[in-house]
């Protein structure tokens, strides 16, 4: 299921859940994202920056659910500190890299995501992730 998507920095799990409810901090950096599969928009971009399997993923309980609402429609969850640390430190030939390996998977899925597209997405990303990284906060994502 396609959705609109905001990363969002937030201190902890808690104050990250809350943003099902009550929006995204206020005080916090956010990047939201087009229209697409949540599970995609975590799980695909930390297969493609550390090149663990999907499958492996979803093994290990990835990503990790922290809030949901009407069954499923709407969800946080925690971004990996496994995929956290490479997008923090990821410089703009890696993000070029994994915006065209993201691009050619989603042809071949059907579901096309241009090159520019994907590197805007995987650059605000990053950006949150440095932001959190140096602040001392987590990752987050909802959905819905």
């Known amino acids: 299921m396609s959705t609109v998507v905001d990363f969002f920095?937030?201190?902890?799990?808690?104050?990250?859940a809350r943003a099902l409810r009550t929006g995204l901090?206020?005080?916090?950096d956010a990047f939201s994202c087009g229209n697409l599969d949540p599970e995609e928009a975590v799980l695909g971009r930390q297969a493609?920056?550390?090149g663990e399997a999907w499958e492996d993923l979803v093994e290990a309980?990835?990503?990790r659910e922290l809030a949901e609402e009407h069954d499923g429609e709407h969800r946080v969850f925690a971004v990996s500190g496994v995929l956290v640390a490479p997008l923090a430190s990821a410089e703009p030939p890696?993000?070029?890299d994994a915006a065209s390996a993201w691009s050619r998977s989603s042809a071949e899925d059907g579901t096309?995501?241009?090159e520019g597209t994907a590197l805007r997405m995987l650059g605000g990303v990053?950006?949150?992730a440095r932001?959190?990284?140096e602040r001392g906060d987590g990752l987050y994502c909802r959905a819905g």
């Open 112 to 114: 096309p995501v241009d």
């Open 25 to 28: 901090p206020a005080v916090q």
């Open 131 to 133: 932001a959190a990284v």
């Open 94 to 96: 890696r993000l070029r």
């Open 126 to 128: 990053a950006a949150l």
């Open 61 to 63: 309980g990835e990503p």
């Open 48 to 50: 493609l920056l550390t």
């Open 9 to 16: 920095t937030a201190p902890d799990g808690t104050t990250a």
